[in-house]
């Protein structure tokens, strides 16, 4: 049974370039979420996706922004980077189960992003 | 004051020991609990999931909640190298859906 992957693992960007990373969420899921870890912190939520649609919205600006496609799978974008967006991007996949309830998440190993 | 605190180590302990690693909060919101471990370069692994009070054992892992005190504890009992990693607690509330709050994570070192 595949996990929650994502690609690519590693990616090196320059300040103001756009960047999008990709995410297949673990057989069976149908809700992808987002997180940002910077080093020694704790993942910061970003955003969800359910039946493409974006559910939830962390304190993010809108230069990150998100796509899901029919078979579940998503996207996350970042436009105009900034040293600060230099962080482990984790995708986390989970089953819904309506409005008002918590989801067990599973994680991906993340996608580390060097703006420089 | 962050919502979640969680002492950031290192916690070294020889193997075979009991550990203890806690956080603390301040929204009593929170009614879901859960302890995360993150190996390096890896994602986050769920090791345990409680709802509201009380006590969770699996296998070596006791997970403890104590709403009136607002205080989550994880204990690993003889603990082995293979346990050696960062253990993040992370929580929300009924409404918050996926949007779990994460501590900063306890970094651990269990030496042979």
């Known amino acids: 049974d595949a996990g929650v992957t994502q690609s690519p693992t590693h990616l090196i960007k320059t300040r103001g370039q756009q960047v999008t990373l990709r995410c297949s969420p673990k057989?069976?899921?149908?809700?992808v979420s987002w997180y940002q870890q910077a080093l020694g912190q704790g993942p910061q939520f970003i955003f969800q996706y359910y039946e493409e649609e974006e559910r939830q919205r962390g304190n993010f600006p809108d230069r990150f922004s998100g796509h899901q496609y029919p078979n579940y799978s998503s996207e996350l974008n970042v436009n105009a980077l900034l040293l600060g967006d230099s962080a482990l991007y984790l995708c986390a996949s989970s089953v819904r189960r309506g409005a008002g309830t918590n989801e067990k998440l599973f994680f991906g190993s993340g996608t580390q992003l060097s703006v420089l | 004051q962050k919502e979640v605190e969680q002492d950031p180590g290192p916690l070294s302990v020889p193997e075979g020991a009991i550990v203890s690693l806690n956080c603390t909060y301040s929204n009593s919101a929170f009614q879901y609990f859960m302890w995360y471990r993150q190996y390096s370069r890896k994602g986050p692994e769920l090791l345990m999931y409680t709802y509201s009070s009380g006590n969770k054992e699996d296998g070596r892992f006791t997970a403890q909640v104590d709403k009136s005190s607002k205080y989550i504890s994880l204990f690993i009992r003889d603990s082995q190298p293979s346990d050696s990693a960062t253990y993040l607690c992370?929580?929300?509330?009924?409404?918050?859906?996926?949007?779990?709050?994460f501590g900063k994570g306890t970094t651990l070192s269990v030496s042979s």
């Open positions: 057989s069976g899921h149908d809700t």
């Open positions: 992370a929580m929300s509330g009924v409404q918050a859906g996926t949007a779990l709050i």
